[in-house]
């Protein structure tokens, strides 16, 4: 998971607090309610479905029941290895595969299980390498990311249609929009490609570079300005290019995919209402501490079918404003208090049993 900042928000605009910002989304029903392991979705899903996993049994549970309901016909299973320095991790893991070990229906499951510890930043990467050396897209979730029902139908159904588009390289379910809707489609394209529950083609991933060997090439020529267009955007996404191509950042992948999406001029399809849930914050966690984050536990809601498809592919820029103000907008006081945070979760993991 990426590391997105806990804020304080500072435009009048964007001045909510984190209940107030789960409040705008109380008419939808929670998501607890959402599924039933003995009614199976009627939707026949033809997308393969990426489960991307490594020790923590009780998220991975819930989310193995979500596609439990999709009921893929291949399923592809991309597993970290245990750290050998964390007492019980090896456990954890051996239970965490054992779930996969439920799949009770017509089903090819191919396991990517590594024997080592990779981290996050090389394990899904090299995972979905060797999902694309077999298939042309896919539906890609993580071990903490619940999915709404509706979200397999939306990435199957836009995989589909935007198969040959090369303008498009991601569909996300997850909505940060925080109850408003941009548009009175379906959904919407951006140059964000959230990654909290996605798709995605072999055509697009094939640009995926994790060492971001052009970055140097492409601050020196100011490329960034040409894309974003706003200073502040500019500012942020330099600082993390830098610290990436630094190595100094090595537990994510999403944002040198972020990367790649643009030197592609890429745009990713987000919905108007929010299709995931990710449920993965706690000690447990690589990126979120309990309660760190305005974004975890955000309620879904079913997307409806069929689907209102936009006349045009133009990105959404008033929506983009709103994601970078509200997700990657950090003062230096925030990411003070962002690296204590992480300070503190890795010493209390390092205590737990």
Same mark, same amino acid.
């Given at each position: ?23 705008? &989304? ?12 003995? #009614? ?11 489960? !991307? ?22 399923? &592809? ?25 439920? !799949? ?38 993580? @071990? ?73 090439? !492409? ?10 267009? @706003? ?52 000690? @447990? ?7 760190? @984050? ?17 006349? &045009? ?27 204590? #945070? ?12």
């Amino acid at each position: 998971m990426s590391e997105y900042p806990s804020l304080e928000y500072q435009s009048p605009e964007y001045q909510f607090s984190k209940e107030q910002l789960k409040d705008q &989304f109380s008419e939808y029903q929670s998501f607890e309610s959402q599924f039933s392991q003995d #009614q199976p979705s009627e939707y026949q899903l033809k997308t393969p479905v990426v489960f !991307v996993i490594f020790k923590r049994v009780e998220t991975t549970e819930r989310v193995f029941q979500a596609i439990r309901q999709a009921r893929p016909a291949q399923l &592809f299973v991309i597993a970290d290895g245990a750290r050998p320095d964390r007492t019980g991790e090896l456990e954890k893991c051996i239970a965490t595969r054992a779930i996969l070990e439920q !799949v009770d229906w017509d089903c090819e499951v191919l396991k990517d299980y590594s024997a080592v510890n990779l981290g996050c930043g090389r394990r899904l990467p090299t995972g979905l390498d060797w999902v694309f050396s077999q298939v042309e897209s896919a539906i890609i979730l993580e @071990d903490d990311c619940v999915p709404h029902p509706s979200f397999f139908r939306f990435c199957d159904e836009l995989l589909d249609r935007y198969r040959n588009d090369t303008r498009i390289t991601s569909i996300s379910g997850q909505n940060v929009q925080m109850g408003r809707s941009r548009t009175a489609d379906s959904y919407y394209f951006s140059r964000y490609n959230h990654c909290w529950g996605w798709a995605t083609w072999k055509r697009a991933w094939k640009h995926f570079d994790p060492s971001m060997t052009l970055w140097p090439e !492409v601050k020196q020529q100011n490329l960034l300005h040409h894309i974003l267009q @706003d200073d502040s955007a500019v500012r942020y996404w330099t600082r993390q290019f830098d610290q990436l191509y630094r190595g100094e950042l090595t537990t994510v992948w999403d944002y040198q995919w972020t990367f790649a999406c643009w030197l592609q001029s890429g745009l990713g399809i987000l919905p108007n209402v929010n299709l995931i849930s990710n449920i993965g914050s706690g000690l @447990d966690s690589t990126h979120f501490v309990e309660g760190s @984050d305005s974004f975890t536990h955000l309620p879904t809601a079913a997307i409806e079918f069929p689907l209102r498809h936009p006349p &045009f592919v133009v990105r959404q820029t008033e929506a983009d404003a709103f994601t970078h103000q509200t997700l990657f907008h950090q003062s230096i006081l925030e990411r003070l208090q962002k690296r204590l #945070q992480k300070q503190l979760q890795k010493q209390l993991a390092n205590t737990l049993p």
